[in-house]
């Protein structure tokens, strides 16, 4: 992928080295017993949050103020200035698309983090990869999960990088759209299977959005070298949910799916790549996904 020389982003937090926190919980007030003490070290440990903080909240005294988030200068490694450089290239793509549209596209944050780190979506750990939180409109990303990528999926490639970025973008654009609170407000009222069925289509609209970012960033800055769409396909492919639940459990629940098969990501970033219209890529309304 040709990224060396072009625009990096100015909208990306790091806060790895700091030591991470909690998202805010409320309990009732009252005074506290040795059971509440007990349910106080409980959620300590299942929260990630330090019993000092949990007792101070069940006591009535609120949740305590969260030091100001201060936007410290990334680090200057490649890995970092890679980051940056995508991010950069989706805020040109996406910015050019929604002018064409009438509007503006509010770039989001990109936060990286190592372990965990507070958001409001409550706190964000490594383990669950990289997301992103409508209420912030923030990306976060711990950069071992590329590590990862390689080690546990074999994916390699710095467009298979690029491809986890810009999925993460593209549920950014979902949320500037409306259609994550609209999916979020009707699953709500369905059944767990039906509410995965709701994500399901979400999560392939990201995809095609990714796609898309990637046929307006190659028509305009010729970023993609040979073979750098087969290694992002294998990454759609490596993270399909039937894919990942053979891995784990030796066998599939299509009813439980949240992120679609390997099969249909890879049809849907397809989609987007070709087309490079974000009118191709309504999952929501498409008969087959």
């Not at 100015?10 to 349910?39: K, T, Y």
């Not at 507070?118 to 071992?144: E, H, K, M, N």
Request: net charge negative.
């Amino acid at each position: 992928m040709r990224w060396e020389g072009n625009r990096e982003s100015d909208n990306v937090e790091d806060r790895r080295g700091d030591s991470g926190g909690g998202g805010g919980f409320s309990f009732g007030g009252g005074s506290l017993g040795i059971g509440g003490v007990v349910v106080a070290l409980v959620l300590s440990y299942v929260l990630g949050v330090s019993p000092s903080t949990i007792l101070g909240l069940m006591s009535g005294g609120g949740a305590p103020q969260q030091q100001a988030q201060t936007r410290a200068t990334p680090a200057n490694d490649e890995t970092t200035r890679f980051v940056r450089t995508v991010l950069a290239d989706t805020e040109d793509v996406w910015g050019n698309l929604f002018r064409q549209q009438g509007e503006t596209y509010a770039q989001p944050t990109l936060v990286l983090f190592s372990g965990r780190t507070p958001t409001a979506c409550g706190t964000g750990q490594s383990a669950t990869g990289p997301f992103y939180c409508p209420p912030d409109q923030r990306v976060y990303i711990d950069l071992d999960f590329f590590k990862l990528m390689q080690q546990r999926f074999h994916v390699t490639g710095e467009f298979a990088q690029a491809y986890v970025i810009a999925h993460e973008i593209g549920h950014h654009v979902q949320n500037l759209m409306g259609l994550s609170d609209k999916v979020h407000a009707a699953q709500q009222r369905l059944s767990e299977a039906e509410g995965n069925a709701l994500s399901v289509k979400l999560e392939l609209q990201a995809d095609c959005f990714a796609g898309v970012w990637a046929f307006h960033a190659n028509r305009s800055r010729q970023i993609l070298e040979q073979g750098d769409v087969e290694t992002a396909l294998s990454a759609a492919t490596a993270i399909g949910d039937d894919a990942l639940q053979r891995q784990s459990q030796g066998y599939v629940v299509p009813d439980s799916f949240t992120h679609g098969t390997s099969a249909q990501r890879v049809r849907w970033f397809r989609r987007g790549i070709d087309s490079g219209e974000i009118a191709q890529c309504d999952t929501f309304s498409a008969r087959q996904l």
